[in-house]
């Protein structure tokens, strides 16, 4: 099981990039969006959502456990918080490649930047709820600029 917990919350290994592995990740959260996720959303979005909703909650889970498998608080190894936050940056949005390459620097953007309450959570929150919310934010936001970028353009 370790095994496992290890190569999901590092998104398929990718959290051990030696450069960037939150970006790497974020590129894993697109692809798994395009392929995966959006066929679903575009037909049925509030299914998607409570899934979403229910794949986070486990996602949580798992990033609370690989914090313990490398003793330390949000492990720049765990990217999975960045897989889901690129899933819900483009949730709803145009999969041109367009929006997705401005999803993915406006999710990168924030989930650098961290704003509120990305900030509060990244620093207070303890375990995999600290890990994962944080980004998931940053993900709405990058949702929401995403959306009102492709309205004006």
Same mark, same amino acid.
């Given at each position: 099981? &370790? ?36 066929? #679903? ?20 889970? /798992? ?26 940056? #483009?949730?709803?949005?145009? +999969? ?9 620097? +406006? ?15 990244? &620093?207070? #929150? ?20 995403? &959306? /009102? ?5």
């Amino acid at each position: 099981m &370790r095994q496992v917990i290890i190569f999901l919350a590092t998104g398929a290994y990718t959290g051990y990039s030696p450069f960037a592995p939150g970006t790497a990740g974020s590129v894993v959260g697109l692809i798994i969006g395009y392929f995966f996720c959006a066929p #679903m959303w575009q037909h049925e979005p509030m299914i998607f959502a409570v899934i979403f909703a229910a794949v986070l909650f486990l996602c949580c889970l /798992i990033a609370g456990r690989a914090e313990e498998i490398f003793g330390e608080h949000d492990s720049s190894k765990i990217v999975l918080d960045e897989v889901l936050g690129m899933i819900a940056t #483009m949730f709803l949005n145009p +999969l041109t490649w367009a929006s997705m390459l401005g999803g993915f620097l +406006l999710f990168r953007l924030f989930d650098i930047i961290k704003p509120f309450p990305a900030d509060v959570i990244d &620093r207070k #929150m303890p375990g995999g709820p600290g890990v994962m919310l944080d980004d998931l934010f940053a993900g709405i936001y990058a949702n929401i600029v995403l &959306r /009102i970028l492709v309205h004006l353009l």
